[in-house]
């Protein structure tokens, strides 16, 4: 076997034509690991957004809970079903919300955007630990308050502590703003129930959402729920019911990015392939020596196979290293399932690295194996005959 | 081992020819000849006479059309590819023109190359590398490249290479054809020191009779065919 440093040592001997393959290299990796990112990043944030042992109903027929409309019978009902958990002050973990969509401006720009504002009841915070009052406090039931997710009160005008937002004309008083990680719910701005149902006129509430009191009832209640003529509502757990809603946007993102993988990796491998031949025909004379000191063709192969699988593989070290400073990036959206801005981020995990990593490897192997076959494939006389 | 009476090389009846645009082109023709196991033999003539393609053919890099071709007992020509590299990395140290070392690997590891395809440990190996560069009086120079030495130095590592394996035979093909005298001089003397001391067999193709001198039997090959001409 001829030592990998050999393979090393050439890549570093010519490393100006190194560096430039494996630039290209390393932005085709760059793509390809910052889409999958994106879309682990939109994914995590949609899926923590749920617990698992919470439900949520909505209209059947319905996908997201602003198209969802629960009356007020129906709510009652479901308030009643003997799953629902009863939390530390004795009162069912259930909650009645309403959802719907604001346009608010921008800071700093004329832009605005859509803004879901979430009605809350009194079990709604304690429904959801991931979120986590940081300023203020919350809205009192019965005034015209609320409270705005850190990314909200961060972006948009007059949603910080002590400003106030005006809609459904009134204007309402920012009493708190909370922390809700890299969950959905960073994007909402809450308020009481009652009040918001009151000002946007609205009769009915949008979802429901209440603990299982034994998390494996689920399928049991799911049943006999969604099949109660009374009753038309689906019950998903709210994992998948997040879950669900970054399913189309996900699957946009992938298609984009391995579109854009593919057609920059034609490049990539082209330009590898460029530098491995002429690898080759440089060295002809020393392929000829090495087979003349007994190396065999296989040896050949391999050494050259070795030389661009390294390319790939700086490539694909150097394609990541960019690519994990984009977790320092927040991207907001709109989110189309729900029409609403959606702030999420850039999320590198092991299994992209080792993704990656893979890709960049084979994409090494596309640009090297006709090279390295030509390399071990030369007529060892005329190798020798070539000096 | 062979017995003193029969030779290291036998060669019988070679022919050799190359396709050139579809013509055949009669290069060797009907070489016979002994080379006696501790020999020191010079081939020369004119460019063109076939001296490095019958070295080629002895050292097992091509093919002969026909014709037997032994070397160290062993009947080289009926080798398949596989079995030849083989044969060469145990059987056949090289010497080139212009050393041929690989510019990316300092003189040890160049010196180390052929040893890779033995099973000898990394200890036993950088044991033979240091004593083969004592030999050709390198051992300072282990970690420069080839390109930070001289062309009498770089020619030396060739040497050490070539005898690192401890070959059946040295093959050199003008090996002082790129050299200054004063280098030229001390590669002889290696090769010279080789042959009397170690009892190497060395078949040298060369074109100064200077280097001739050197061998204790010159032949001569005109036109693919071989003069005998004593020493
Ligand atoms: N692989 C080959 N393909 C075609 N022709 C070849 C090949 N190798 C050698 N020849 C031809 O065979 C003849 C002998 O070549 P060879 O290299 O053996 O000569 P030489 O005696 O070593 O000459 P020089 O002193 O110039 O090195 C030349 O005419 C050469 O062109
Ligand atoms: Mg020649």
Not at chain 1, 124 to 149: D, F, K, Y
Not at chain 2, 1 to 23: A, G, H
Not at chain 2, 193 to 214: C, Q, S, W, Y
Request: some cysteine; glycine content about 10%.
């Amino acid at each position: 076997m001829i030592p990998l440093y050999y393979s090393l040592r050439n890549l570093w001997t010519r490393r100006l034509t190194t560096a430039l393959t494996v630039v290209g290299m390393a932005l085709v990796v760059f793509v390809f690991a910052a889409t999958l990112m994106l879309v682990e990043g939109l994914q995590q944030t949609l899926v923590d957004t749920g617990s698992p042992e919470n439900m949520v109903l909505i209209r059947k027929g319905s996908e997201t809970e602003v198209q969802s409309g629960i009356d007020r019978d129906a709510a009652a009902i479901l308030a009643s079903q003997p799953e629902v958990a009863i939390g530390g002050d004795g009162q069912p973990l259930f909650a009645r919300e309403s959802v719907v969509l604001i346009n608010l401006a921008k800071r700093g720009s004329d832009e605005e955007a859509n803004v879901i504002i979430r009605g809350i009841g009194p079990a709604s915070l304690a429904l959801r630990p991931q979120v986590r009052l940081v300023e203020g406090r919350m809205p009192r039931p019965g005034a015209a308050e609320i409270v705005a997710g850190a990314s909200i009160a961060r972006r948009f005008r007059g949603a910080a502590l002590g400003e106030s937002v005006r809609f459904g004309m009134r204007d309402w008083q920012v009493v708190g703003v909370f922390d809700a990680g890299a969950t959905g719910f960073s994007s909402e701005i809450w308020g009481d129930v009652d009040q918001l149902m009151q000002a946007f006129r609205r009769p009915v509430y949008s979802s429901v959402v209440f603990r299982l009191r034994d998390p494996g009832a689920f399928a049991g209640y799911k049943e006999r729920i969604e099949t109660d003529p009374r009753l038309t509502v689906v019950a998903k757990r709210e994992i998948q019911f997040y879950a669900d809603q970054s399913a189309a946007m996900g699957t946009f993102l992938r298609i984009l990015g391995t579109t854009l993988t593919l057609i920059f990796s034609v490049g990539a491998v082209i330009g590898a392939m460029i530098t491995m031949y002429a690898a080759v025909a440089g060295r002809i004379t020393e392929i000829g020596i090495l087979r003349s000191l007994g190396f065999g063709r296989g040896s050949i192969l391999l050494a050259f196979v070795a030389e661009s699988l390294l390319l790939g593989l700086l490539g694909g070290l150097a394609g990541l290293f960019f690519a994990s400073f984009m977790q320092l990036i927040t991207i907001s959206t709109m989110n189309w399932q729900t029409f609403a801005e959606l702030a999420f981020g850039f999320s590198l995990t092991f299994g992209i690295a080792l993704k990656c990593l893979a890709f960049a490897l084979v994409m090494g192997l596309s640009g090297g194996l006709l090279p390295a076959l030509r390399a071990a494939r030369m007529n060892l006389v005329e190798a020798l005959r070539a000096a | 081992m062979t017995s003193p009476s029969t030779p290291i090389v036998e060669i019988r009846n070679l022919f050799k020819s190359y396709l050139r645009s579809s013509q055949r082109v009669p290069v060797l023709e009907d070489i016979t000849l002994d080379v006696a196991d501790g020999e020191f033999l010079a081939l020369m003539g004119p460019s063109g006479s076939g001296k490095s393609t019958l070295l080629n053919l002895i050292a097992g890099i091509d093919h002969p059309d026909s014709g037997l071709l032994r070397v160290g007992g062993v009947e080289v020509s009926a080798l398949s590819e596989g079995e030849l590299a083989a044969w060469r990395a145990a059987h056949v140290g090289f010497i080139f023109q212009f050393y041929n070392l690989i510019p990316v690997l300092t003189a040890f590891e160049n010196v180390e190359l052929p040893l890779l395809l033995t099973p000898l440990s990394r200890k036993e190996r950088h044991e033979h590398v240091a004593l083969a560069l004592r030999l050709v009086s390198l051992e300072d120079r282990m970690d420069h490249r080839p390109g930070q030495l001289s062309g009498g130095q770089q020619q030396r590592v060739a040497i050490a290479r070539a005898l690192i394996t401890d070959p059946t035979i040295l093959v050199a093909d003008e090996p002082t054809g790129d050299l200054d005298r004063e280098s030229a001089e001390e590669v002889l003397g290696l090769m010279d020191r080789l042959n009397r001391e170690f009892g190497k067999t060395v078949i040298m193709v060369t074109h100064d009779p200077r280097a001739a001198e050197k061998a204790r039997v010159i032949r001569h090959l005109e036109k693919g065919l071989l003069n005998h001409v004593p020493a």
